[in-house]
């Protein structure tokens, strides 16, 4: 059964960087899309960013475009996003999620896997 287990939120202040990390179970790890969502509070589960199997196309929500940066090491199972100048709006809990589909989806049912997810908080 595949596990996904993310890492490296926490508390921060605007225009801080954050860099969280994903780490997915399975040597299987290079034949997923990977994804990562966002949930704020009293708000629903929202898309953030997308990379393919190798690495080379990578897809994020216009919110954080130039912003965020999802990036993998296959080599080490490892989903990783670079967050930079974080907003207050950031603050959320965020979950990566792993997709056998053949291309990017923003949808949350294109996704086989969850992890937990990791908070981020960005105070003003």
């Known amino acids: 059964q595949v596990q996904l287990v993310e890492s490296g939120g926490g508390t921060v202040q605007a225009g801080d960087s954050l860099k969280l990390a994903c780490v997915f179970s399975?040597?299987?790890?290079?034949?997923?899309?990977m994804g990562w969502f966002r949930q704020a509070p009293g708000k629903e589960r929202e898309f953030v960013a997308g990379?393919?199997?190798?690495?080379?196309?990578?897809n994020t929500v216009d919110s954080v475009k130039g912003r965020f940066a999802p990036s993998r090491d296959n080599a080490k199972n490892t989903l990783y996003l670079q967050m930079n100048s974080l907003k207050p709006e950031d603050t959320a809990v965020y979950y990566c999620?792993?997709?056998?589909?053949?291309?990017?989806?923003?949808?949350?049912?294109?996704?086989?896997?969850w992890g937990q997810g990791t908070r981020v908080t960005v105070s003003s």
């Open positions: 990379i393919n199997w190798s690495g080379s196309n990578t």
């Open positions: 999620a792993a997709s056998r589909g053949k291309y990017f989806s923003n949808r949350e049912n294109s996704y086989e896997y």
């Open positions: 399975e040597r299987t790890f290079s034949n997923y899309i």
